[in-house]
């Protein structure tokens, strides 16, 4: 296992699979562990782990002769479809850089996605591809870590604002922006993009499920985390006629990047305007597994280690508690830099409706990254959906409530998402 945090399987969720599933081993990169010395620390207490040399961790879990190797981290697919390639482990795509975002668009296209791409590597590249392809446009990197890095360009004033702002200009693709539109429900506070947790045994497919996502927030400041996730809910409210077509859009997909022996997490613009394949990252989706679990779901950390031992699990799509509903919400600050001003008690937030657990809380002083720039992060369960949007509508009046210190009150994303709520529970 190559492991990083803040991927789609904690420490803990791994050492349970390592003693109900397979028993594993640990790799971590010596620049991740030189910035995350606790992570380390916990890992070597509770299972074989091995920090290694940047450059040489392929080698290094090559010469170990696993028999299998996998990720939840999206910046570690790409190496550790390399180490399944050479010990001819399960896993490898068939299509050559599948998670790379501008061999992944080219391929997509060729499988008759209309969303057009370039690559851009200096700011005298963005204008060029700008120009080809025109705007509203989004600049993203070319091997994604959730959403860092990623800039949504709507006028020439965007652009010049990447240009004298960004930092990172290496292998970044520019693409055509999908046509915006609203949640097919009409639920005011879903996002019109949805994502699908796909297992691929060989290259026979079965889609577990579609998941629903909250808006996406975006900061008024500009820089490599100015774009942030907000919340994902299940079971999706996507009406049978379309959630058909959101299936076929990723099967189209999947086949196109010639995927195999994996989970994959895809992400699709679902609206009246467009069923169309945003991207496909070769891991697990984040928090996936809690809130399946939740729900009385498959074990999806489970599958995925079956997975890349070559085994073939059984896949349910039936969830034991089909009734229940289920949130992880996850409300970023407007601020992009500085210091945690709020005094927040986890207590206080896990006495809000239907909250099962509050997993991190910004702590009073701590840097904003500390914790990912979010304000808190809720599990919520629910008895049924219309009972999940009035346990959200806490939960985001709440956030308001207990960061005011921090302009939570006031922020326009979190101010437009209280509103939405209450028109979802009117």
């Avoid at 890992?43 to 040489?56: E, G």
């Avoid at 010049?160 to 292998?171: C, F, I, K, M, Y």
């Avoid at 031992?309 to 229940?324: E, I, K, N, W, Y």
């Avoid at 992880?328 to 986890?346: E, T």
Wanted: charged fraction near 20%; hydrophobic fraction near 45%.
């Amino acid at each position: 296992m190559v492991h990083r945090p803040r991927g789609a399987a904690t420490l803990r969720q791994l050492v349970v699979a390592s003693h109900t599933v397979v028993p594993m081993q640990l790799y971590i990169r010596e620049s991740v562990a030189a910035s995350a010395p606790s992570l380390v620390d916990a890992a070597r207490v509770l299972l074989p782990t091995y920090v290694v040399s940047d450059d040489m961790l392929v080698d290094v879990v090559c010469q170990s002769s696993p028999a299998g190797v996998t990720t939840f981290h999206d910046a570690e697919v790409t190496s550790t479809d390399e180490i399944a390639r050479r010990c001819g482990l399960p896993g490898p795509s068939d299509v050559p850089f599948p998670w790379d975002k501008l061999h992944q668009r080219e391929a997509l296209r060729r499988a008759g996605s209309q969303v057009k791409c370039r690559a851009v590597d200096s700011p005298v590249a963005l204008h060029s591809a700008v120009e080809s392809l025109g705007l509203p446009a989004v600049l993203k990197p070319r091997c994604s870590d959730s959403s860092t890095g990623v800039a949504f360009l709507h006028t020439p004033v965007d652009v010049a604002v990447q240009v004298s702002t960004r930092t990172a200009w290496g292998d970044l693709v520019l693409e055509t922006m999908i046509p915006s539109g609203a949640h097919p429900s009409q639920v005011p506070t879903l996002a019109d993009y949805v994502s699908v947790e796909t297992v691929s045994i060989g290259t026979s497919r079965t889609h577990v499920a579609i998941v629903d996502k909250l808006p996406i927030a975006v900061a008024s400041d500009p820089g490599p985390v100015a774009v942030r996730e907000t919340g994902i809910l299940y079971p999706s409210r996507v009406p049978g006629e379309q959630s058909a077509a959101v299936f076929e859009c990723v099967q189209r997909s999947l086949d196109a990047l010639g995927v195999r022996d994996r989970i994959t997490h895809t992400e699709v613009k679902v609206s009246d305007a467009a069923v169309e394949a945003i991207e496909v990252n070769g891991r697990l989706g984040g928090d996936i597994a809690r809130m399946f679990a939740m729900r009385g779901g498959p074990d999806m950390i489970a599958i995925a280690l079956l997975l890349a031992l070559g085994r073939s699990p059984d896949v349910p799509t039936h969830f034991a508690q089909a009734s229940r509903a289920a949130a992880c919400l996850y409300v970023p600050f407007g601020r992009r830099h500085g210091f945690v001003r709020s005094h927040v008690d986890v207590r206080q937030l896990r006495t809000l409706p239907d909250v099962k657990a509050v997993d991190e809380v910004a702590v009073h002083g701590a840097p904003l990254s500390d914790s990912g720039f979010r304000t808190a992060k809720f599990a919520i369960e629910s008895p049924s959906l219309d009972r999940l949007d009035r346990s959200i509508q806490a939960a985001l009046d709440a956030t308001a409530s207990y960061f005011a210190a921090d302009g939570m009150d006031n922020e326009p994303w979190l101010t437009a998402m209280r509103a939405r709520a209450a028109q979802a529970v009117a």
